[in-house]
Protein backbone atom coordinates (compact mmCIF):
# COMPACT_ATOMS: atom_id res chain seq x y z
CA UNK A 1 0.00 0.00 0.00
CA UNK A 2 3.12 2.42 0.82
CA UNK A 3 4.41 1.69 -2.47
CA UNK A 4 1.08 3.04 -4.15
CA UNK A 5 0.72 5.49 -2.09
CA UNK A 6 4.39 6.62 -2.75
CA UNK A 7 3.63 6.45 -6.98
CA UNK A 8 0.57 8.30 -6.26
CA UNK A 9 2.47 11.10 -4.88
CA UNK A 10 5.04 11.09 -7.39
CA UNK A 11 2.63 11.38 -10.16
CA UNK A 12 0.95 14.50 -8.29
CA UNK A 13 4.61 16.03 -7.78
CA UNK A 14 5.08 14.84 -11.74
CA UNK A 15 1.74 16.67 -12.27
CA UNK A 16 2.31 19.87 -10.43
CA UNK A 17 5.37 20.83 -11.94
CA UNK A 18 3.86 20.11 -15.52
CA UNK A 19 1.31 22.31 -14.44
CA UNK A 20 3.81 25.22 -13.18
CA UNK A 21 5.86 25.00 -16.03
CA UNK A 22 3.45 24.98 -18.54
CA UNK A 23 1.95 28.41 -16.80
CA UNK A 24 5.38 29.60 -17.24
CA UNK A 25 5.53 28.85 -20.52
CA UNK A 26 2.08 30.50 -21.02
CA UNK A 27 3.24 33.99 -19.18
CA UNK A 28 6.08 33.67 -21.47
CA UNK A 29 4.25 33.38 -24.69
CA UNK A 30 1.75 36.44 -23.12
CA UNK A 31 4.68 38.78 -22.99
CA UNK A 32 5.64 37.72 -26.75
CA UNK A 33 2.55 38.83 -27.55
CA UNK A 34 2.04 41.58 -25.89
CA UNK A 35 5.37 42.94 -26.82
CA UNK A 36 4.41 42.16 -30.53
CA UNK A 37 1.16 43.79 -30.02
CA UNK A 38 2.77 47.14 -28.52
CA UNK A 39 5.28 47.48 -31.69
CA UNK A 40 2.40 47.14 -34.11
CA UNK A 41 0.27 49.91 -32.16
CA UNK A 42 -2.44 47.25 -31.30
CA UNK A 43 -1.15 46.87 -27.97
CA UNK A 44 -2.39 50.78 -27.61
CA UNK A 45 -6.05 49.49 -27.86
CA UNK A 46 -8.01 48.07 -25.11
CA UNK A 47 -7.95 44.48 -24.88
CA UNK A 48 -9.84 43.45 -21.79
CA UNK A 49 -12.83 46.36 -22.04
CA UNK A 50 -16.70 45.90 -23.01
CA UNK A 51 -17.39 49.12 -24.26
CA UNK A 52 -21.39 50.34 -23.63
CA UNK A 53 -23.63 50.48 -26.50
CA UNK A 54 -23.43 54.23 -26.33
CA UNK A 55 -19.56 54.27 -26.34
CA UNK A 56 -19.39 52.32 -29.55
CA UNK A 57 -22.29 54.57 -30.80
CA UNK A 58 -20.38 57.51 -30.19
CA UNK A 59 -17.49 56.48 -31.66
CA UNK A 60 -19.15 55.18 -34.77
CA UNK A 61 -20.48 58.45 -35.02
CA UNK A 62 -17.15 60.31 -34.64
CA UNK A 63 -15.47 58.18 -37.28
CA UNK A 64 -18.24 58.94 -39.71
CA UNK A 65 -18.02 62.43 -38.94
CA UNK A 66 -14.31 62.30 -39.71
CA UNK A 67 -14.83 59.74 -42.79
CA UNK A 68 -17.66 62.41 -44.26
CA UNK A 69 -15.52 65.39 -43.50
CA UNK A 70 -12.21 63.50 -45.48
CA UNK A 71 -14.48 63.37 -48.30
CA UNK A 72 -15.68 66.56 -48.45
CA UNK A 73 -12.73 68.20 -48.03
CA UNK A 74 -11.10 65.62 -51.18
CA UNK A 75 -14.03 66.12 -53.04
CA UNK A 76 -13.52 70.21 -52.72
CA UNK A 77 -9.75 69.83 -53.56
CA UNK A 78 -10.82 67.67 -56.53
CA UNK A 79 -13.00 70.28 -58.04
CA UNK A 80 -10.61 72.91 -57.14
CA UNK A 81 -8.11 70.86 -59.65
CA UNK A 82 -10.35 70.25 -62.45
CA UNK A 83 -11.49 74.29 -62.50
CA UNK A 84 -7.76 74.68 -62.75
CA UNK A 85 -6.98 73.12 -64.92
CA UNK A 86 -10.14 73.67 -67.44
CA UNK A 87 -9.25 77.43 -67.07
CA UNK A 88 -5.99 77.13 -67.93
CA UNK A 89 -6.23 74.98 -71.23
CA UNK A 90 -8.21 77.84 -72.57
CA UNK A 91 -5.81 80.21 -72.36
Known amino acids: MRALSYQVCA ?10 ADMLALRQDLHELLELLRQTGVGSLPLNENPSAEAIERDTTLAYENLTSSQASAATVLHLLTSAGSSNIGR
Request: charged share 10%; with cysteine.
Open 11 to 20: CSYELTINLI
